[in-house]
Structures are given as structure tokens and as C-alpha cells.
């Protein structure tokens, strides 16, 4: 018995040290980023909100049922104020071109005249944009920050959530293969 | 003498704003009662403020710290209980937004590891001390020993 607790002691270096590698390995996946915070959205409905539209737009504001029936439904927050979201922007409007892709907005703690002016200058990609000016509805999709971009499907649920603005990069191999995967 | 109570006074001085109220706090959102206040309070030191990884909503200036702490305040006031009010919370943010994470199944390895961690060593301080000879320190020398013993310390200077 002392032999078999003893042969099994010389292999726990080895064992420590293949749980090591295993943790390090895991650490160095160049997609893994430290920083993502895990949406408990995700896979679960959209919450229902409801936005009154942003004076001067010209657009419809944010009904609940908006949120289900297209394949898919793509919840971007945004805000005037936010120099990403100006990044990020031409990639929205390259969505908007998607097919089966309805696009709405939300626009988080922003002055309506300076939401108005960002869209007149760099193009309207959305059907609808909701008005959050006390952000409430940020904090009912769980956001941290704008801009942020969550994809639904038919059914309203919630199937991915990305962070921070959507480059070209991102959009191409990232975002527009969720998109289709999504539709169907 | 006046010096050590002008140093005082300063000291005195120094403590009072930290002693009860947070800088982030402002005045303007405090609930006019008291005990609702306090039970707001010890619900914000629970609650991180979810853009700066390591402060709870109570130490922060955050635009969306002072969301929440709004939001929390106004459900305190409708007479929610804490655990409707976190509840609220971990549903849009996840156990992220909890400073202390919730003790379930996900979370049983964070939980326990202390306790493997001192059971593996207590474990290996165990094996290793059984399997170590008793020292006996009262047990006398051998004839050899003894003749070493005494070869060492040389013939006797009487």
C-alpha cells in the first residue's frame, strides 16, 4: 500500500505541471479577451423595452415587438458624444445592407439636436431609434458603455453580444458570419 | 503646546469627511429616510461598479455607478427586499456586478480551494512526518559511537 501512494506521488509534478500548461494555454488564445465581461443576455429574450423616438429624426421610437419576427434584429446603443461609435459606424450602415437584418438603435444619455446632426452626417443604417436619455434602458441590456451590440434572432432571443465599436475586421470575419449563422 | 493642538485640529479635521460618507456620494440622491438610506448604502458596497473592474458603486463617480445607485434607491423606496434588488441586477450584468461572488456549483472551486489547498498540504505534512523514523534522543550510544565519541574529544587535560 505504502508502494502505490508512493508511485503515485512521482507523478504529481507531472500532473501540476500538465494543469499548468493546460491553464497557460488557455490564457494565451488570442481570441480570449481578458476584459469581456459575460452577458447573461445572451441566450435568453431581449429585454422588453419600449422608447420614445428621437425629436427630429423622423424615425418610429422602440416597441417591444420590434424585437421579434425579423430574422434577425440587430439592438445597436450609440450616442453622439461617443468617438467609437463614429468608428464603428460605415460597418453599421454595411449591416444595414445585410438582408434579413433589421437594424435599431438606441441612443444612450445623448441630447436629441446632436443625435439628429450625427445621423444626417454620416447616414441613418437604422428602422426605428429609441430615445434613452436617462439610461435606463443601457442598463436594461446590461451595458457597460457605448457602443454596444447585441444580435437577435427571429424570436427575440439574444445570440451574441459584442462590445466596443465593430471595425471592418470585425464585421467580416466576426459579425457577418454570426449574422447568417443567425438568420438561417 | 499649541502646535499639538493645531495638530489635532487637523487630524480631526482630516478624519470627519471619511468618517461616515463616501466622496462619490451626493447629496442630492440620499432618500430622506434614514434607515432606507442605510440599507441603500450597504446594498451600493455590494455592488461593483461595473467600468471599473474594482470598486463597488459606492466608491464611484461613474455615470453608471450613479445610475445604479438611482435605480437601487427608487426599488428600496417601492419596498423591494435586497434580494429582489440584486436579483434585478445579476439579471443584466451577471454575478459580475456582485463584489462577492454567490456560493453555487460554478463558483464551488473558488469557494473551496483554500480549504483543498490545506487539506492537500495538511495531507502531504501527514505522510511525510508518519513515515519518518522517532527520533530517540535518550536512547545511549553504541560501544562504537562511544569510542568515536571519545577518540573526538581527545585525552582527558585532568
Known amino acids: 500500500m505504502r508502494k502505490g501512494t508512493k508511485g503515485l506521488l512521482f507523478l504529481l509534478p507531472s500532473l501540476i505541471f500538465v494543469a499548468a500548461a493546460a491553464g497557460f494555454l488557455l490564457g494565451l488564445d488570442p481570441e480570449r479577451d481578458p476584459g469581456a465581461i459575460p452577458s447573461p443576455l445572451v441566450d435568453h429574450a431581449a429585454p422588453e423595452i419600449t422608447l420614445p423616438p428621437v425629436a427630429g429624426l423622423n424615425l418610429p421610437g422602440i416597441e417591444p415587438e420590434m424585437l421579434r419576427g425579423a430574422p434577425v434584429t440587430v439592438v445597436n446603443l450609440w450616442a453622439s458624444w461617443c468617438a467609437p461609435c463614429r468608428i464603428e459606424h460605415p460597418q453599421l450602415m454595411a449591416l444595414a445592407e445585410e438582408p434579413g437584418v433589421r437594424m435599431l438603435g438606441i441612443d444612450y444619455r445623448d441630447r436629441a439636436d446632436s443625435a439628429v446632426r450625427f445621423l444626417t452626417e454620416l447616414g441613418n443604417p437604422f428602422e426605428a431609434v429609441g430615445f434613452d436619455v436617462k439610461g435606463r434602458a443601457g442598463i436594461d441590456w446590461g451595458i457597460t458603455g457605448v457602443p454596444e451590440t447585441f444580435f437577435l434572432d427571429s424570436e427575440g432571443r439574444v445570440r451574441h453580444r459584442h462590445t466596443g465599436p465593430i471595425d471592418a475586421d470585425t464585421l467580416k470575419n466576426n459579425i457577418l458570419p454570426r449574422v447568417r449563422e443567425i438568420a438561417g | ?158
Not at chain 2, 6 to 31: K, T, Y
Not at chain 2, 51 to 78: F, P, T
Not at chain 2, 101 to 106: E, I, L, N, Y
Open chain 2, 1 to 158: 503646546m499649541r502646535l499639538l493642538l493645531a495638530l489635532a485640529v487637523c487630524f480631526v479635521a482630516l478624519q470627519v469627511p471619511h468618517s461616515n460618507q463616501a466622496w462619490a456620494i451626493d447629496d442630492r440622491e440620499r432618500l430622506s429616510d434614514p434607515a432606507l438610506e442605510e440599507r441603500a448604502r450597504t446594498l451600493f458596497k455590494e455592488v461593483r461598479c461595473v467600468v471599473c473592474q474594482n470598486q463597488s458603486i459606492d466608491d464611484s463617480e461613474a455615470q453608471i455607478a450613479k445610475d445604479l445607485r438611482i435605480i437601487i434607491r427608487e426599488q428600496i423606496q417601492e419596498g423591494k427586499n435586497e434580494e429582489q434588488i440584486l436579483g434585478f441586477l445579476t439579471a443584466r450584468y451577471g454575478d459580475y456586478v456582485l463584489l462577492e461572488p454567490p456560493f453555487r456549483a460554478g463558483t464551488l472551486l473558488l469557494w473551496l480551494s483554500p480549504l483543498i489547498v490545506l487539506l492537500a498540504g495538511g495531507a502531504i505534512a501527514w505522510t511525510t512526518l508518519r513515515g519518518r523514523p522517532k527520533a530517540e534522543a535518550n536512547a545511549p550510544l553504541s560501544a562504537e559511537e562511544q569510542a568515536r565519541l571519545d577518540k573526538l574529544m581527545g585525552p582527558d587535560p585532568k
